[in-house]
């Protein structure tokens, strides 16, 4: 007999899932924002002037999905160790899984944005950084916690000190310095550049912040005190966001009072990705800490969440493709109608297209996620 798992050990991983689905459909809703919004672009950060308000918190809103999906990378490496022998099998497993990762991106993650084949860019985005950051992980699982702690802060609070350090592109530290930290090209041939858009550096602090918390979710942790962690975690990191903010100044462009609330409060939220800064993270971790602590109140509406958030991987690619096939489909039918794209003309549209995704794309994902839970035999479907 199979004897069903502990109800707080059910709504612990719950919790993990549901808050890794709800960040994926944030991502849903800011690539269908990338596909058929692009005529109206913004950058990073982005123009308060001339940026929409609804544009403006549609792409804000977004922020919290890397953060918060490679925070829960690091915990659910910790949990992985937990469930199976050890750091061993962790730093085998996000070796693995790191490398792995990272060839999906130069392969079938780079096709679905580009359709190019032989490809003449190859974009480093979020999988690429995820899988690079995996693969330091897998090294950094054997220092004591309290030390990878502390190198996880000083990664991240330390980091934008290195925003002026530049070396030019004959320089051998230039392809280092622009996966590290720099947002830029490396040019491999004549036909092949790569655009490092997400560079490593500070999501390596991230993912091992994310590991360091992996005690708060032991099977043995007490429920009370991990919530309480989750609690000061959030409520101090958003007053921490609040107090260097309104200091304007390091890793940022400063804020200022707009025409309207709306405007000030968009200037004062207006912070870097790319790499993400100090503030930056300390906002998108701390609402990811809060809302797991409320995901930890179970609710029937977590576990459709939860279902996206059981099988990331396959959701990724599933809806690129998806996107990519509707664009191609509505192209076809109705022109460029907005100078080089097609696009939508309101970002209701953005919305609603991302809901109607969302809906059609439950069904196989709940699907393969069946799968994964029954067919455990198969060590590939971890991957995914």
């Given at each position: 007999?199979?004897?069903?798992?502990p109800?707080?050990?059910?709504?612990?991983?719950?919790?993990?899932?549901?808050?890794?689905?709800?960040?994926?459909?944030?991502?849903?809703?800011?690539?269908?924002?990338?596909?058929?919004?692009?005529?109206?672009?913004?950058?990073?950060?982005?123009?308060?002037?001339?940026?929409?308000?609804?544009l403006?918190?549609?792409?804000?809103?977004?922020?919290?999905?890397?953060?918060?999906?490679?925070?829960?990378?690091?915990?659910?490496?910790?949990?992985?160790?937990?469930?199976?022998?050890?750091?061993?099998?962790?730093?085998?497993?996000?070796?693995?899984?790191?490398?792995?990762?990272?060839?999906?991106?130069?392969?079938?993650?780079?096709?679905?944005?580009?359709?190019?084949?032989?490809?003449?860019?190859?974009?480093?985005?979020?999988?690429?950084?995820?899988?690079?950051?995996?693969?330091?992980?897998?090294?950094?699982?054997?220092?004591?916690?309290?030390?990878?702690?502390?190198?996880?802060?000083?990664?991240?609070?330390?980091?934008?000190?290195?925003?002026?350090?530049?070396?030019?592109?004959?320089?051998?530290?230039?392809?280092?310095?622009?996966?590290?930290?720099?947002?830029g090209?490396?040019?491999?041939t004549?036909?092949?550049?790569?655009?490092?858009?997400?560079?490593?550096?500070?999501?390596?602090?991230?993912?091992?912040?994310?590991?360091?918390?992996?005690?708060?979710?032991?099977?043995?942790?007490?429920?009370?005190?991990?919530?309480?962690?989750?609690?000061?975690?959030?409520?101090?990191?958003?007053?921490?966001?609040?107090?260097?903010?309104?200091?304007?100044?390091?890793?940022e462009?400063?804020?200022?009072?707009?025409?309207?609330?709306?405007?000030?409060?968009?200037?004062?939220?207006?912070i870097?990705?790319?790499?993400?800064?100090?503030?930056?993270?300390?906002?998108?971790?701390?609402?990811?800490?809060?809302?797991?602590?409320?995901?930890?109140?179970?609710?029937?509406?977590?576990?459709?969440?939860?279902?996206?958030?059981?099988?990331?991987?396959?959701?990724?690619?599933?809806?690129?493709?998806?996107?990519?096939?509707?664009?191609?489909?509505?192209?076809?039918l109705?022109?460029?109608?907005?100078?080089n794209?097609?696009?939508?003309?309101s970002?209701?549209?953005?919305?609603?297209?991302?809901?109607?995704?969302?809906?059609?794309?439950?069904?196989?994902v709940?699907?393969?996620a069946?799968?994964?839970?029954?067919?455990?035999?198969?060590?590939?479907?971890?991957?995914?």
């Amino acid at each position: 007999m199979t004897l069903a798992p502990p109800r707080s050990t059910v709504v612990r991983l719950l919790s993990i899932d549901a808050l890794r689905g709800l960040v994926i459909l944030f991502m849903l809703l800011d690539h269908v924002r990338e596909t058929f919004f692009l005529h109206h672009q913004v950058g990073d950060p982005m123009s308060v002037a001339t940026t929409e308000p609804a544009l403006f918190f549609s792409r804000t809103l977004a922020h919290l999905c890397a953060p918060v999906f490679v925070l829960l990378t690091g915990l659910s490496a910790w949990l992985y160790g937990e469930k199976y022998a050890g750091k061993g099998d962790v730093c085998r497993f996000l070796f693995n899984r790191g490398l792995f990762m990272v060839v999906l991106e130069f392969t079938l993650v780079n096709f679905a944005w580009t359709f190019q084949l032989p490809p003449s860019v190859i974009y480093l985005q979020v999988i690429w950084a995820i899988g690079l950051s995996m693969i330091a992980l897998s090294a950094l699982v054997w220092l004591p916690r309290p030390v990878l702690l502390l190198l996880s802060v000083v990664i991240i609070a330390g980091h934008n000190l290195l925003d002026t350090l530049h070396f030019p592109v004959e320089s051998a530290m230039h392809i280092p310095w622009a996966i590290l930290h720099d947002r830029g090209w490396i040019e491999l041939t004549d036909g092949l550049r790569l655009r490092t858009s997400y560079p490593l550096l500070p999501w390596i602090g991230v993912i091992g912040l994310g590991y360091a918390m992996g005690p708060w979710f032991g099977k043995m942790a007490d429920v009370g005190a991990r919530q309480r962690a989750l609690l000061i975690s959030g409520v101090v990191g958003l007053a921490g966001f609040v107090a260097l903010r309104l200091l304007n100044g390091y890793g940022e462009k400063s804020w200022s009072v707009g025409e309207s609330s709306v405007q000030t409060l968009m200037s004062f939220l207006n912070i870097t990705k790319y790499p993400p800064s100090l503030l930056f993270l300390t906002l998108t971790l701390s609402v990811g800490c809060l809302l797991l602590l409320w995901f930890e109140r179970q609710r029937p509406w977590l576990r459709p969440l939860a279902v996206f958030g059981s099988a990331p991987m396959f959701f990724y690619l599933l809806h690129l493709y998806a996107l990519k096939v509707l664009y191609l489909i509505a192209v076809a039918l109705f022109g460029l109608n907005q100078g080089n794209w097609f696009g939508f003309s309101s970002i209701g549209a953005v919305w609603l297209t991302a809901l109607l995704l969302a809906v059609a794309l439950y069904p196989p994902v709940k699907a393969f996620a069946a799968l994964k839970a029954r067919r455990r035999d198969l060590a590939w479907l971890k991957y995914l």
